[in-house]
């Protein structure tokens, strides 16, 4: 292992920070570590805090950080955390001689074509066309959305910003739902429903609609709830992957995503089992004459644990 050549990589949540190291001809990222950013002022104090709790035997001079917001000059603003930082300073404070950053969501799309199935489970048929585009879409903090396009020197990642499209309803219920929500937060992104937050407001919209008590109150006791049997967190549950079959339908068709849809981010690989009973494949498929095209289009969870880490080791080992 030549270890004066490792690289620093980080994948940037709004809740948490991933950080790993590569080698040149290690195959596995090595001392992956997940901090909350709740302890940490900014990006560079985690990041420091993690190579003193690690103390690598050579420092890395290279690095490709994955950060959840827009990627579009030196001056970085998380969209779901106040960390605000710049490419060049953070490079200095972190004694890296080259540091990349992009998207988090170009990291997942760019791992896509490095999983193997084992890192991948289908829901629904459909059956990938070579070379034709990917999409990814992933339930967090926020909703990631990238995409995948061949080019001629191989797979390029298309940032976006598709979890800010605004929300549709496709059942006069969700029509319901999203008017609530629209009353208190004015524009219903995707992600206002599509996230851990997002899960959290669709409960809370459905007890309102409801009349009935919201007792839980994080993403997490509503997914437990769910799972315990309790109605009201069932149907938001239900609700959920319903809305991501829609937002990822209509993902697929923006992007003519034949090469397939995968979802990824912090939720729905742990609740991968519930998926293929839920809604979501049928409203993915369920766009009037686009039926067939949608059919067609194969649609996976990934299961890797850190899938931006993947797409980031291509990149950090590419940097020169
Ligand atoms: N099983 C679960 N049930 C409900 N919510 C969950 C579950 N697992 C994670 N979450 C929610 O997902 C969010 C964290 O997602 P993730 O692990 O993708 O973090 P992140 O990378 O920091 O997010 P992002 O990249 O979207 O900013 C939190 O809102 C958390 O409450």
């Not at 292992?1 to 620093?8: D, E, K, N, P």
């Not at 609609?209 to 938001?236: I, K, M, N, Y």
Request: aromatic share 6%; with cysteine; proline share 6%.
């Amino acid at each position: 292992m030549t270890q004066h050549t490792s690289r620093l990589i980080a994948d940037i949540g709004g809740t948490n920070a991933r950080f790993s190291l590569v080698y040149p001809g290690v195959a596995e990222p090595q001392d992956t570590r997940v901090l909350p950013c709740d302890d940490y002022d900014g990006l560079a104090e985690a990041a420091t805090a993690y190579l003193e709790e690690i103390a690598p035997p050579v420092h890395p001079l290279a690095g490709a950080f994955a950060v959840a917001c827009p990627v579009l000059g030196d001056r970085v603003e998380l969209t779901n955390r106040d960390w605000i930082f710049s490419v060049a300073e953070l490079k200095e404070q972190l004694g890296l001689e080259r540091l990349e950053v992009v998207n988090d969501f170009i990291a997942v799309a760019l791992s896509v074509p490095r999983l193997t199935d084992e890192h991948k489970i289908a829901v629904g048929g459909g059956t990938s066309v070579f070379g034709a585009p990917i999409a990814v879409i992933g339930p967090g903090t926020g909703l990631g959305v990238a995409g995948l396009l061949a080019g001629e020197s191989g797979w390029q990642a298309l940032p976006t910003e598709g979890g800010h499209v605004t929300m549709a309803a496709a059942t006069e219920k969700e029509a319901r739902i999203l008017d609530w929500l629209r009353d208190r937060h004015g524009h219903v992104s995707a992600e206002r429903v599509l996230s851990g937050p997002g899960l959290l407001n669709l409960y809370q919209a459905l007890a309102a609609l409801e009349g009935r008590t919201a007792e839980f109150t994080s993403p997490h006791e509503v997914t437990q709830g769910a799972q315990a049997g309790d109605s009201l967190a069932g149907e938001t549950l239900a609700t959920f992957f319903a809305m991501l079959g829609t937002v990822a339908g209509n993902l697929a068709l923006t992007l003519g995503a034949r090469g397939g849809l995968l979802i990824a981010g912090g939720i729905v690989p742990t609740l991968v089992k519930q998926l293929p009973t839920s809604e979501f494949r049928s409203r993915f498929e369920s766009k009037g004459r686009f039926k067939s095209y949608l059919a067609a289009i194969p649609t996976h969870v990934i299961t890797h644990p850190y899938p931006a880490f993947v797409g980031l080791a291509g990149l950090a080992l590419r940097a020169n």
